[in-house]
């Protein structure tokens, strides 16, 4: 049995035993005692990485990584997730978007796999967002939307991209996470943020005359 299940079993077996007389349905122990996802960016050391190549002849390149952390804020342990970019917008001045991209494409997890990777409780992973490099211009994107002349298209734009993430696991409810990122094809011009969840108001309805 794994460790996680150790720690919540004596709860659950409570909520199973004696939850359906007060009314608790297994969908409410689920929630209760299950996984729960969570991706977010802070934009500290941890979401930006520098790395430092080396080439065969001695001379050196620097990258920047900017990386999402996903966590499992649950009890037990999420299996099987990925990490979608769901679509990219262009953010304008006035602050209205625009959608560029809908092709939903698989982000790879830090070192390269795009594989399914259970997340337990109490760790942290983080996925590749972008690859920016110090020496030349562009985006740096991990993954191809269009053919090549529409994709270089995509690499030149100098302005602010908002990133749509989510992440999903077979025994966990779905996630969201919308990261803004401006860049001015200088990678000193670079900065990003997480950007705040869109709040709809609820219409009362028109009173009667």
């Not at 990584?65 to 997730?81: I, P, S, T």
Request: hydrophobic share 35%.
């Amino acid at each position: 049995m794994p460790s996680e299940w150790v720690a919540v079993a004596s709860g659950v077996a409570g909520a199973v035993a004696g939850g359906f007389v007060g009314g608790v349905t297994p969908s409410v122990v689920g929630r209760l005692f299950g996984p729960r996802l969570e991706i977010d960016y802070a934009g500290d050391r941890d979401n930006v990485v520098t790395t430092v190549n080396t080439g065969s002849e001695g001379q050196t390149t620097e990258d920047i990584w900017v990386r999402a952390r996903v966590r499992n804020r649950g009890r037990l342990r999420a299996k099987r997730c990925q990490v979608f970019l769901t679509s990219l917008c262009e953010v304008r001045a006035d602050g209205t978007t625009s959608v560029v991209v809908k092709d939903s494409k698989v982000l790879q997890w830090a070192g390269g796999s795009r594989d399914p990777l259970d997340v337990p409780p109490g760790v942290e992973f983080y996925v590749d967002l972008l690859k920016l490099s110090k020496h030349l211009s562009g985006w740096g994107m991990l993954f191809n939307f269009f053919k090549h002349q529409h994709q270089q298209a995509l690499e030149r734009y100098s302005g602010t991209y908002q990133f749509h993430l989510m992440i999903s696991g077979e025994n966990a409810p779905l996630r969201r996470c919308t990261i803004n990122a401006e860049y001015k094809q200088d990678w000193e011009t670079f900065r990003a943020w997480q950007a705040p969840r869109p709040r709809f108001r609820q219409q009362k309805p028109p009173r009667p005359n």
